[in-house]
């Protein structure tokens, strides 16, 4: 069983829709991310959290809307999507944010379909 | 601009053959992670590459970095339908050690 647990694991939503995605570790890690996926592609970054702090984002549209009320938990909020933005999401922490140290457990990931 | 690339990009073979997959860059790596994705899951760690040259083994699994640390290779002997999946080299970019991942190497191995 994955350490990283996202809910849910699957999400159809319309584009006039406010839906979120969640992610919750209980490793004590301190560095959160989220991922996107398209079919066949490799995982895409969007976001990084450290230390609860928005730190990194990859010019990843407003509809896509981060948040980490706390160290364990890192949720994702969706408004207004487009159908392009289906993708598997996956979030994944670390212990070491630091380089040469920085080993992501990912979870499982959010299959997210938008009609 | 892709810093990574993976090749090839698919592969599907039979039960038994051996297979290499290859992950290089332009600029030198200060460390590669190599991991496997199954269908419908995240990806999860095979090993990390961090000195020029080195050799690691997870049983049927060998995994090279090269002397310039440019260059990776996963070879996997006497495949099984159970290595199945993506296949994906992974570089930390920048001093903070963000992930980013090659395209993926997608195997198939048929019983």
């Known amino acids: 069983d994955t350490e990283v647990t996202q809910t849910p694991k699957h999400l159809v939503m319309g584009m006039t829709n406010k839906k979120s995605l969640k992610c919750e570790q209980h490793m004590g890690h301190r560095a959160m991310y989220w991922y996107k996926q398209k079919a066949k592609k490799p995982p895409e970054l969007m976001f990084v959290?450290?230390?609860?702090?928005?730190?990194i984002n990859e010019s990843v549209p407003s509809r896509f809307s981060p948040e980490c009320p706390n160290s364990s938990l890192l949720n994702l909020h969706l408004h207004a999507l487009q159908p392009e933005d289906s993708a598997l999401y996956l979030c994944?922490?670390?212990?070491?944010?630091?380089?040469?140290?920085?080993?992501?457990?990912f979870g499982a990931g959010s299959r997210l379909t938008v009609l | 601009t892709q810093l990574l690339e993976q090749s090839p990009q698919f592969l599907s073979i039979q039960e038994g053959e051996n297979l290499t997959v290859y992950c290089n860059s332009s600029s030198v790596f200060s460390s590669l992670q190599w991991y496997r994705q199954e269908p419908g899951e995240g990806p999860v760690l095979l090993v990390t590459v961090v000195t020029g040259g080195e050799v690691k083994k997870l049983k049927r699994l060998t995994f090279q970095f090269g002397d310039a640390r440019k260059d990776s290779s996963l070879h996997i002997t006497a495949a099984q339908p159970g290595d199945t999946g993506l296949y994906l080299c992974a570089q930390e970019r920048g001093s903070q050690g963000n992930l980013i991942f090659g395209k993926g190497t997608k195997l198939s191995v048929k019983p």
């Open positions: 959290y450290s230390y609860e702090k928005l730190s």
């Open positions: 994944a922490s670390t212990t070491n944010r630091r380089a040469g140290a920085n080993v992501l457990t």
